[in-house]
């Protein structure tokens, strides 16, 4: 699990140490410029000779890139600095023009970014504001879209993000109207949560973290991003002397005589995850098309330790008499699709949401009637917007999409790595339910509380590692299976 952390919360922890003299700046430079060496050997066998474009803001994050960039130049490289905004950074500039840098002019910082072997993005960090002078952005538009973008020593063009790449908010991860797009970032002290995030994440390419002695203390991190490695501690395996009951038995209210599959598609999911036992509530001809496949399915009500509820239009009113169970009992709850139509307001029992962008449009419009986003808004903020829905309901919200993000009431998130593209197709949504429903009833009872944010962030890394192993939501189940069987088998080893 990788923690990250505001720029504000970033910035608190560097102060004592630069009251105290501590050269941070001297440190970040220093493991910037070994990240870049790296990279430029492993690309192209060499530092000397490569050509080297900085972009060097105004701040300190421009006084990284220069210092870094001064200690390549002292190795060979070829340095240009470009001042993207005027005033670079005074110290930082003499070092690199002593080490030999050229400057560049407007014109010729168009030909020194389209020639570099490596460019330095050191334009804005954790001091940034939004939106960028028009000049500069039209600069960072046409060297992005320059197909023809190379070296002189191959056809690669390295670019390294200093701390954050410019036009990504560090804390939040939104991108502005323009961004640079990094294969890596290198970040100082802690990890920004914004590199963690959709949009960040997606622009800082392989996010690399240089100590420079930052103590993050008591601060609470603002995301957790989970990968494959948060599986199995996350993975709430049978215990020894569990039997069915308190294994966990799942209520699922899906499906319909229209959309049958639904219901086939989160049971069988549901069951693959491992639940103490399955109950289908529902139509008869939805329970035999669930039953006809997975026969250890039980049809009708009866008492659970948590209820999965929507996918597949299931009637309002048996949707409806599972929330009031649920509320009675306290019991969790995830809320697919349809169900999301009956949130209203804050619902009294734990509760997962798992809507995608639409669904989430939808559901604000009705909770923050006038002042909600619209689809096109939430997938360019699915972080504001899942936040904002989390603290209407004072539910857990997975917001579903190419990078699924999963928000709590109280402002932090769990951010799982991304899954495969395939995972676009018709049914893999209402697979996700089932899978969330069975980690939510098999660990209701678990000692203490779990937490339903990584609760769903496990159900998402499952769901993607299915992704991985499978073309079509029907095969979900399967894959699911097998990564569980080999999970078993690797914690019985150990
Ligand atoms: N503290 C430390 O010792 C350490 C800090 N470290 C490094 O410092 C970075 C933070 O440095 P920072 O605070 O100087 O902020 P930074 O991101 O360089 O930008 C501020 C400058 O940009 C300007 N500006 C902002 N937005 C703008 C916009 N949209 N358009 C135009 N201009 C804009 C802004 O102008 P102003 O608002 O003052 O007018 C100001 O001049 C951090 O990310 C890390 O890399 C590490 O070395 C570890 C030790
Ligand atoms: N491009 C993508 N890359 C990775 N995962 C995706 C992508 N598009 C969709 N997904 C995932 O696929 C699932 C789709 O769910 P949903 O939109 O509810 O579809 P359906 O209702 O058809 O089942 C979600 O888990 C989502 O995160
Ligand atoms: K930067």
Redesign the pocket.
Known sequence: MRLGYTAADVRAAEEPLLAAGAPLMARAAAGLAAVCRRELVAAHGRVAGARIAVLAGAGNNGGDALFAAAALAARGAAVTVIEALGRPHADGLAAVRAAGAQAADTGAARAALADADLVLDGILGTGARTGLPAPLADLLREWQTDTGARGVLGRTQLTIAVDVPTGVDATTGERGEVWVEADTTVTFGALKSGLLLPGGADAAGRVELVDIGLDMGDAQPRVQALDEDDIAPLFPFPRRGDHKYTRGVLGLVAGSDAYPG?AA?AGVAAIATGVGMLRLVGPRRVADAVLAITPEAVAGRGRVQAWALG?GAPAEYEMRASLADARESGLPVAL??GALALVEGPLGHPAVL?P?AG?LAELLGRLEPGDAPDRAAIEADPVAAATAAARATGAVVLL?????VIARPDGSLVAPA???????????????LGVLGALLATTAEHEPVPDLALVAGLA?LL??AA?HATTH?SGLPAALEARIVALRESEAGR
């Open positions: 639904a598609l996918s697919d699709a798992t995608h669904e579903k999409g190419p990078r699924t991304p899954g495969p593209a395939a995972l676009a197709t018709a049914g893999t949504g209402d697979v996700l998402v769901h993607s992704g939501a």
